[in-house]
């Protein structure tokens, strides 16, 4: 018997008991073969997908637990979202409503008292000098003329008395004066004589009496007719209304301010109210950028022109009056705007996100008093602050009882969690 020992061909291939060994070192044999990753880990194809499961459940366990871990350090078990206070600066922005005005105003009166009965002029609308804005009942008005011109016909028709009157007795007084002269004296008597002297000028007086009546109703009539024409209230001159207070059926008085008219556009100026909050004061020349609300996206640069403390019918008020010099493009009064003011900048102040101060829990009223809530042993504890200015994302807050660092609560990690049951 012979034996058969390893053969080696040639180029380094060992051949035994069926299986080959390659110069290289690799394996095969006639049913699989070894992939690197079979090599890598020195183990069959079946022995290697049991080494891929078992990283695959460890990456799977290290995961987990780095949630937990995460969920451990963070506190994400609780049941409120929260935030730092922090102390930093803060540029605050005043965001407010206001309209654009005219450097010019007209108001327009009531002539007189009555109803409205026509409004054909909107509010905020360009106007011509002359255009309608409201019509009067002017019917009572017209009584008066009536009465007027029969007042003033009876009052001529007087004068014209009076004066065949005066024609009469001044003839009568010639007569008897040119007689006397004549007869030195001797004829019409004396009495006659001052009885057409005196009736001459008695009838002088009636006239000028008449006179005056018929002037008096002449004037009324006048009036009255000029009146009229106020029944018809028209725009006095070219530019924006901007307030109209004459509603249809309404009953106005003599004076009352029925419209404003705004005239100039090249100097418009937006009155905007001022928070009653710390927040530092407007320095003079201060920008505010205003937006129209048909063009949110050109914005007008205004300056601040002046404040004013107090204004009547607004006590306890600050109003900033911004002025825009020669706006480009050109705008008009009336105009609804949306204007931000920047304030001066607050440095080194205590700052809170504006979501802390809206955080209400379960159950609790809506606060009257500024306060937010500060996260302690995972629950929440009040304190209330008194509110600065704000930049749109935090708000300054004043507190004893309050210092960086302290978590603040901003929301409910589950949204439904806040609702009443």
């Known amino acids: 018997m012979t034996e058969t020992g390893p ?8 051949e035994t008991d069926g299986v080959t060994e390659v110069g290289n070192g690799a394996y095969e044999d006639g049913a699989a073969e070894h992939s690197p990753l079979d090599a890598f880990l020195g183990s069959s194809p079946r022995r290697a997908k049991r080494h891929i499961f078992s990283i695959l459940m460890l990456i799977l366990i290290v995961l987990a637990a780095g949630v937990f871990l995460l969920k451990f350090l963070v506190g994400t078990d609780s049941a409120y979202f929260s935030s730092p206070v922090e102390r930093g600066d803060l540029t605050p922005l005043v965001s407010e409503r206001g309209t654009l005005q005219g450097s010019g105003e007209v108001t327009v009166r009531a002539p007189f008292d009555g ?25 009572p008005i017209r009584n008066d003329i009536a009465i007027a011109s029969a007042e003033l016909a009876a009052a001529q028709g007087d004068l014209a008395s009076a004066q065949a009157a005066v024609d009469q007795t001044g003839a009568r007084l010639a007569r008897f004066e040119s007689v006397w002269r004549k007869s030195q004296g001797r004829v019409p008597a004396f009495n006659e004589l001052e009885t057409a002297r005196t009736q001459a000028t008695q009838a002088l007086d009636a006239r000028e009496s008449a006179t005056a009546r018929a002037k008096a109703a002449t004037l009324q009539l006048a009036s ?9 209230i028209r725009a006095p001159t070219d530019g924006v209304l901007m307030t109209s207070a004459a509603r249809v059926g309404q009953h106005i008085a003599a004076q009352d301010t029925l419209f404003t008219l705004a005239t100039g556009t090249d100097r418009l100026h937006v009155d905007l109210q001022l928070p009653q909050t710390p927040t530092g004061p407007l320095q003079a020349g201060a920008l505010a950028h205003v937006r129209i609300d048909d063009a949110p996206d050109k914005v007008q640069e205004a300056r601040l022109d002046r404040i004013l403390i107090n204004p009547p019918g607004e006590p306890e008020k600050r109003i900033a009056q911004f002025v825009i010099d020669k706006p480009q493009p050109p705008l008009r009064a009336g105009l609804p705007v949306n204007a931000e003011i920047q304030l001066p900048v607050r440095s080194n102040v205590l700052l809170v996100p504006n979501s802390a101060l809206h955080f209400v829990p379960a159950g609790s009223a809506d606060p009257r008093r500024p306060r937010v809530y500060v996260l302690t042993r995972g629950e929440p504890r009040r304190v209330y602050v008194t509110v600065g200015g704000n930049d749109g994302a935090h708000t300054e807050v004043f507190s004893t009882d309050l210092k960086p660092g302290d978590r603040v609560i901003t929301g409910w990690r589950d949204s439904s969690a806040g609702r009443e049951p």
């Open 7 to 14: 053969v080696t061909e040639p180029g380094g291939v060992t």
């Open 115 to 139: 109803n409205v009965l026509e409004t054909p002029a909107l509010g905020h609308t360009q106007v011509k000098a002359g255009d309608v804005l409201a019509v009067l009942d002017a019917e």
């Open 224 to 232: 009255d007719k000029a009146r009229l024409a106020g029944a018809v």
